[in-house]
Nanobody, 121 residues
Framework: VQLQASGGGLVQAGGSLRLSCAASGSILSINAMGWYRQAPGKQREWVSCYSTFDGLTIYSDSVKGRFTFSRDNAKNTMFLQMTSLRPDDTATYYC???????????????WGKGTLVTVSS
């Protein structure tokens, strides 16, 4: 499975961005997919994840209510709509997918290259 993330950029605080992640390859093996981010000097953290096992999408507390995960099965693409962006959302965002159905990073088998989001104050 190959993942290609796009949509990052520079935005002012309070603004919005939509990230996309196109998947190709053996996508029928995928049971969980989501977004992670890594800010400069910090560890990678998960942002949002969807599992086909329960059909639920979960969000980290830091983005809940501001970010929305969605997917377009016909286009094999997942999205992360980000609103009310804050400077502390600045990070490289990675899309990921896995076969186990688990939403933790340990459950992800495939990672995109990342797209940089910079939020200015």
């Amino acid at each position: 499975v190959q993942l290609q993330a796009s949509g990052g950029g520079l935005v002012q605080a309070g603004g919005s961005l939509r990230l996309s992640c196109a998947a190709s390859g053996s996508i029928l093996s995928i049971n969980a997919m989501g977004w992670y981010r890594q800010a400069p000097g910090k560890q990678r953290e998960w942002v949002s994840c969807y599992s086909t096992f329960d059909g639920l999408t979960i969000y980290s507390d830091s983005v809940k209510g501001r970010f929305t995960f969605s997917r377009d099965n016909a286009k094999n693409t997942m999205f992360l709509q980000m609103t009310s962006l804050r400077p502390d959302d600045t990070a490289t965002y990675y899309c990921a997918a896995g076969a186990t159905g688990l939403c933790g990073a340990e459950g992800m088998d495939y990672w995109g290259k990342g797209t940089l989001v910079t939020v200015s104050s």
